[in-house]
């Protein structure tokens, strides 16, 4: 009894454990961060003999103080980062002769030579040069630990977020969108909290997913979106059909940098699932001194653009409103989007109705945000603790997102030669949703189609009940790594150990007496996700002979990915209230875990003469649990090389600097947990369990592997003014992921996935940056980048063709994916419509990617930067439009053909306009449309507020800024609904993009202050 009482006392024990690891971010921990936080803030002691060395670091043309220059005192492991005021600290400096040096991303760094006195403080200030190309800036995506950019030979992004982003994006997604060549971002709803597709350089499969790795300070977090908000069975569609992104749980002002690499020949030491790219974001840390506080208060709105006609170009027949208030050029939702509500005194309004009583009353979807930090520190500890909240409306009735983010970042010098770093952040992510998409059960779809919606009524009191559901989902996401750097002469050693989680709840209710489910349908779901990393580097730098150095870099990886999902379902309830699932009549369970393991080992050694010439060779060889067991391990190799040509004795300095690279390597991206393996479902037969036949099964299954070679340059010129950074790409993935048909005789019908096929992408790339004038009242800087990709399909190695949704399909020859269907052949006649069955529309990925952006610095330090992007031959599937001809709606982008056709006759239609708009002609083929499209993706301006009004609140110096995002667009004119960044019913983790009836993206306008005490 005794005994049983203590095994019961201990198991008690390990789950309280447990849960107290699980709830993380309930508080205790961030607790003793801050008290961490506080401690550390005490200065060092200095010892008797010590001196300091301080000053301020400005831009040379404009005199701004520049923050996070890495000051250091070179070959002794002592430095520290300038502030936002540019002031820095280098304490407990013993006496002697210095080579001080200054260096920061985008200036070109600066070396002074200091003498410190015994127990002496030294003044030493900085005038930074802006540097079109930083052959000397530190990166480490993509390489064997930190390089110098002259060192490596292939393309990487750098993004210094500080530097380059003036107004407060909405979202990492909205941070990175338009700014790095080569790169589509797109978004799929108006969905709170919802997450965009990331395609570096098109698509490298057609079977697996697409987006790049994302790395935080070094720890892999999941690229893929959250679990969708739906119940295990009936219809799929029963959801706001949109997942948040793992991004999301980032504060954007809590980000230092972003380093992309976008191909396989950067990214084969990441291995096996490294084809599709890597993002890297490493977050803020601390510097010595005293603690600075920083504030943040935003405030802004949402507003929906116009996503239908015009109301004017309605045919006769046709009233101004719908009977709910709804026009055209919303496709008759806005009386329910915020923002575009019809007003108190419109004679459509009905009693209960919300409505737009003027006086600001319904300006748009309210956002808030408020955020705090801190950083500061010692030589030994050095903080950055930081603290966010967010309160953003949506645009839908329901939608609603709170957030709250915690991130303490803490690095520790507890010897001179052993560093700890020790990053983690935490999420609470409540979000509320509108039933959306294609969902016969949602507000959207039914307002779309009016009075052929499934109630054959349009009036607001009919469609309301509508928002009558409850879809909910919270998410606590942690994100923690530490990193022990250890140096001994020549010899580097790195330890990391990163822990991503993230748990997700999902409720969705439709309650008893719900418009569509009378008795009312319960689940609710609980994921969760998460990554255990363990990576080792070690590193030998030495001289061989004839001038040749070496730094030869080894190490090893271990990912641990986890997915478990338990849901419980219940419907038919016995009468109204707020139900559990158990007080349903009808009960049922579901419960999936997954776990993937990919280790492997690597080494590289990159060679450098001169410091102007460098070869890397490498190799990465990977396990995978999701290979076949007859597969063995994959292999990656790599090579690349630089030259710093404008270090030649031939070169004139008038001619600029120039460096010239080209990269050759392999990557790859594993098959599904379970293809590999044969399998079989639990299905009731008679009354009784039976298995059946579910996956065939291949046991010499391994990873896709894409191979790429790049070349390129990048150079600075006229005076340093003008950056230019051109690359050339060319991958190819072999051993594809296809599907394959198998012999019916062995019983399993689905058909298995094999390597058997190939497809290829190539392309350029090209970024220009110019500074057209600089001095210390004005300056105005120009920019921008451009993408060419295409794709193709060179083998599906015997396999069929085949599709993979949204009219996408998978053919030799075509791009990747194609749009492939029926088409009108006589598309301008007026005659009856010529049908050309599987005609080729196009890639479904957009092959043109164009930006722009300016800055221009004005008097006071006022700054105004401007940022646009265009997106262009890509073809997708309008589905709200061919849902709804399909079932005789009168469809707001047929307004001007119904108009033609009442006023001069059917005779007058075009062949297209036939096909598109009248039932008797239609099919859902006629609703693929060019993709194209052109958006101002953000203006701001940022004015600093006068020093005497900062004074006033006891802070240093504050700005306020103004900002307006997505708030212009352009698409192509046969895009006559919605907008080609609507997705479809899964989000944004989709293969083939394509619209279901969601409300498209929002505009942004935000106001935003900023103090610093």
């Given at each position: 009894m005794f005994t049983t009482r203590i095994r019961k006392e201990y198991a008690n024990m390990r789950i309280r454990f447990t849960d107290t690891i699980r709830s993380f971010g309930s508080g205790a921990l961030w607790v003793g961060a801050i008290a961490l936080a506080a401690a550390a803030a005490a200065p060092d002691p200095v010892h008797a003999q010590d001196g300091s060395i301080t000053g301020r670091v400005t831009d040379a043309a404009s005199q701004r103080p520049v923050?996070?220059?890495?000051?250091?005192?070179?070959?002794?492991?002592?430095?520290?980062?300038?502030?936002?005021?540019?002031?820095?600290?280098?304490?407990?400096?013993?006496?002697?002769?210095?080579?001080?040096?200054?260096?920061?991303?985008?200036?070109?760094?600066?070396?002074?030579?200091?003498?410190?006195?015994?127990?002496?403080?030294?003044l030493q200030d900085f005038e930074l040069a802006q540097q079109a190309l930083g052959l000397d800036e530190i990166v480490v995506t993509g390489t064997a630990g930190a390089a110098r950019r002259r060192e490596v030979?292939?393309?990487?992004?750098?993004?210094?977020?500080?530097?380059?982003?003036?107004?407060?994006?909405?979202?990492?997604?909205?941070?990175?969108?338009?700014?790095?060549?080569?790169?589509?971002?797109?978004?799929?709803?108006?969905?709170?909290?919802?997450?965009?597709?990331?395609?570096?350089?098109?698509?490298?499969?057609?079977t697996q997913s697409n987006q790049p790795l994302i790395y935080v300070d070094g720890v892999r977090v999941r690229s893929e979106g959250f679990a969708k908000n739906v119940p295990p069975i009936g219809y799929s569609g029963r959801s706001n059909n949109d997942v948040s992104s793992p991004l999301n749980s980032i504060n954007p002002q809590d980000i230092e940098r972003v380093e992309v690499i976008k191909g396989a020949a950067a990214t084969t030491l990441y291995g096996t699932e490294a084809s599709a790219g890597v993002i890297q974001i490493f977050t803020k840390r601390g510097s010595v001194g005293k603690a600075t506080w920083t504030g943040q208060l935003e405030q802004g709105l949402a507003r929906n653009l116009p996503f239908g006609p015009d109301p004017s170009l309605r045919p006769p027949s046709e009233n101004p409103t719908s009977l709910s208030g709804g026009r055209s050029d919303f496709l008759f939702i806005n009386p329910w989007l915020r923002g575009h509500k019809p007003g108190c005194d419109d004679d459509i309004v009905v009693e209960g109705q919300p409505c737009d009583s003027g006086l600001f009353d319904d300006l748009g979807a309210q956002q808030q945000k408020y955020a705090l930090n801190v950083g500061g520190g010692g030589e030994d500890v050095r903080y950055f603790v930081s603290g966010s909240y967010y309160n953003d409306d949506g645009v839908l009735p329901n939608d609603n997102e709170k957030k709250v983010i915690l991130r303490g970042n803490f690095?520790?010098?507890?010897?001179?030669?052993?560093?700890?770093?020790?990053n983690s952040s935490y999420t609470n992510d409540d979000l509320s949703h509108t039933a959306g998409g294609n969902n016969a059960h949602g507000m959207t779809l039914n307002t779309f189609r009016r009075d052929r919606n499934y109630l054959n009524d349009e009036s607001f009191n009919a469609i309301n009940p509508f928002l009558n559901q409850e879809i909910t989902t919270q998410i606590d996401h942690v994100i923690t790594g530490l990193t022990a750097t250890h140096t001994m002469g020549m010899i580097t050693n790195r330890l990391s150990l990163g822990y991503d989680l993230a748990q997700q709840d999902n409720r969705n209710l439709r309650p008893f007496g719900f418009i569509r489910a009378p008795t009312g349908i319960?689940?609710?779901?609980?994921?969760?996700?998460?990554?255990?990393?363990?990576?080792?580097?070690?590193?030998?730098?030495?001289?061989?002979?004839?001038?040749v150095g070496s730094a030869l870099s080894f190490g090893g990886q271990s990912v641990t990915e986890r997915r478990e999902l338990t849901t419980a379902y219940g419907d038919n309830f016995p009468g109204p209230g707020d139900p559990d699932v158990d007080n349903a009549g009808n009960t049922l369970g579901f419960e999936d875990r997954t776990r993937v393991v990919n280790a492997g080992v690597f080494v590289s050694n990159r060679f450098d003469l001169e410091n102007k010439y460098f070869l890397e060779v490498g190799v990465r060889v990977d396990g995978n649990s999701a290979f076949g067991s007859d597969f063995g391990f994959q292999t990656y190799p790599k090579i690349n090389g630089s030259y710093i040509i404008s270090d030649e004795d031939f070169w004139n300095e008038d001619w600029g600097s120039v460096k010239l690279r080209a990269a050759w390597g392999q990557a790859g991206r594993a098959p599904g947990a379970f293809d590999a393996v044969r399998t079989f479902a639990a299905q009731g037969w008679g009354g009784v369990p039976a298995f059946l036949p579910s996956n065939v099964g291949n046991a010499e299954i391994g990873p896709e592997t894409t191979s790429e070679i790049e070349a390129g340059f990048e150079g600075?010129?006229?005076?340093?003014?003008?950056?230019?950074?051109?690359?050339?790409?060319?991958?190819?993935?072999?051993?594809?992921?296809?599907?394959?048909?198998?012999?019916?005789?062995?019983?399993?019908?689905?058909?298995?996935?094999?390597?058997?096929?190939?497809?290829?992408?190539?392309?350029?790339?090209?970024?220009?940056?110019?500074?057209?004038?600089?001095?210390?009242?004005?300056?105005?800087?120009?920019?921008?980048t451009l993408s060419l990709t295409d794709s193709e399909i060179i083998s599906l190695g015997g396999a069929p063709e085949f599709s993979i949704g949204g009219f996408g399909w998978v053919v030799e020859g075509q791009p990747a994916p194609v749009i492939r269907a029926d088409r009108v052949s006589n598309p301008d006649a007026h005659a009856d419509p010529i049908i050309?069955?599987?005609?080729?529309?196009?890639?479904?990925?957009?092959?043109?990617?164009?930006?722009?952006?300016?800055?221009?610095?004005?008097?006071?330090?006022?700054?105004?930067?401007?940022?646009?992007?265009?997106?262009?031959?890509?073809?997708?599937?309008?589905?709200?439009?061919?849902?709804?001809?399909?079932?005789?709606?009168?469809?707001?982008?047929?307004?001007?053909?119904?108009?033609?056709?009442?006023?001069?006759?059917?005779?007058?239609?075009?062949?297209?306009?036939?096909?598109?708009?009248?039932?008797?002609?239609?099919?859902?083929?006629?609703?693929?449309?060019?993709?194209?499209?052109?958006?101002?993706?953000?203006?701001?301006?940022?004015?600093?507020?006068?020093?005497?009004?900062?004074?006033?609140?006891?802070?240093?110096?504050?700005?306020?800024?103004?900002?307006?995002?997505?708030?212009?667009?352009?698409?192509?004119?046969?895009?006559?609904?919605?907008?080609?960044?609507?997705?479809?019913?899964?989000?944004?983790?989709?293969?083939?993009?394509?619209?279901?009836?969601?409300?498209?993206?929002?505009?942004?306008?935000?106001?935003?202050?900023?103090?610093?005490?």
């Open positions: 923050s996070s220059v890495q000051v250091h005192l070179v070959g002794t492991g002592m430095g520290t980062l300038s502030r936002d005021n540019g002031r820095y600290v280098i304490l407990n400096v013993p006496a002697g002769d210095y080579t001080l040096r200054a260096e920061r991303i985008g200036y070109t760094a600066v070396e002074m030579q200091v003498t410190v006195g015994e127990g002496g403080t030294l030979g292939n393309s990487i992004t750098q993004l210094n977020v500080e530097e380059e982003v003036i107004g407060p994006p909405v979202n990492v997604d909205a941070l990175l969108q338009a700014r790095v060549p080569g790169m589509s971002l797109t978004q799929s709803s108006a969905s709170s909290g919802g997450g965009a597709m990331i395609r570096l350089r098109g698509n490298v499969s057609m690095t520790f010098n507890p010897l001179d030669n052993l560093q700890l770093q020790w319960l689940s609710t779901s609980r994921f969760e996700f998460s990554t255990l990393t363990v990576d080792y580097l070690g590193s030998v730098n030495f001289d061989l002979p004839m001038g600075s010129f006229i005076d340093n003014r003008l950056a230019v950074d051109f690359t050339y790409f060319m991958q190819t993935t072999f051993d594809a992921l296809f599907s394959v048909r198998q012999t019916p005789s062995l019983g399993f019908t689905s058909s298995q996935l094999a390597n058997v096929g190939e497809l290829e992408n190539n392309g350029l790339e090209l970024g220009l940056n110019y500074s057209i004038f600089r001095n210390d009242t004005w300056s105005w800087d120009v920019g921008g050309v069955q599987d005609s080729v529309f196009g890639p479904n990925q957009a092959t043109t990617i164009a930006g722009f952006h300016t800055t221009v610095g004005l008097p006071y330090g006022v700054l105004v930067t401007a940022r646009g992007e265009y997106q262009g031959g890509a073809w997708m599937l309008n589905g709200p439009q061919a849902a709804a001809t399909r079932r005789s709606v009168r469809w707001a982008g047929c307004f001007e053909a119904y108009n033609t056709e009442e006023t001069q006759g059917y005779e007058a239609l075009t062949a297209e306009e036939r096909a598109r708009c009248d039932v008797a002609w239609y099919q859902s083929d006629f609703a693929i449309q060019p993709a194209d499209f052109f958006k101002i993706r953000e203006v701001s301006a940022q004015a600093p507020l006068p020093d005497s009004w900062a004074s006033m609140v006891g802070a240093a110096r504050a700005n306020v800024t103004l900002s307006a995002r997505n708030f212009f667009r352009w698409v192509d004119p046969l895009m006559r609904t919605l907008d080609p960044e609507v997705g479809g019913n899964v989000g944004y983790n989709t293969r083939v993009r394509s619209m279901s009836e969601h409300v498209p993206p929002p505009a942004f306008y935000t106001i935003s202050m900023q103090v610093v005490f």
